[in-house]
């Protein structure tokens, strides 16, 4: 099978009380690993499909067959979603961004309490399921949400925003609803406990090189 599931970089508990073990094993083994089994089921029709990287087949889904490329945008988004998604969270640290990211967050929204206003806005601001977004282009910051799977490497004519996303968080019920029910906002705010601020300024470096 040309996609995998990679395990969790820590333990399902590691971000607890903020994201609970159970949460994080359902939403892991479950929720992503079925993303990751439709991609291949998706990616079997062809060779040039398989064989493609995952970054590759988000960003140019126009040329995917139709017949899969509905497939494609859900499973290989939600794969690359939450690839991403578990690799920005890491056990609850007490620091925050610093240095280039910092600053450059600061020039953007005027400061980091306002950004994560904005960004706690953009995600509350997702009808149904989705996930809010901090991207760069052209070396500027943005927030920016799509709907369901959608990613802004899909580019504006798909996902409605395009970008290189820094920093995401996964507003679909099955990320908060066992421990925050239907408190999308309590459960934005404790995000912000294990957002794993390294993880943000090496992807913030890298957009910006
Ligand atoms: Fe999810």
Redesign the pocket.
Known sequence: MPHELAPLPYAANALEPFIDTQTMEI?HGK??ATYVANLNKAVACTEVLQTKPLDDLIRDLASAPEAVRGAIRNNGG?HW??SF?WKLMAPPSGTGPSGALLAALNAAFGNLASFQERFETAGMGRFGSGWAWLTVTQGKLEIVSTANQDNPLMGKAIAGCDGVPILGV?V?E??YYLKYQNRRADYLKAWWNVVNWNAVARHYEAATR
Do not use: I, K, R
């Open positions: 939403h929720h992503h939600g979603n939450h998604f996964d679909w099955h990320a």
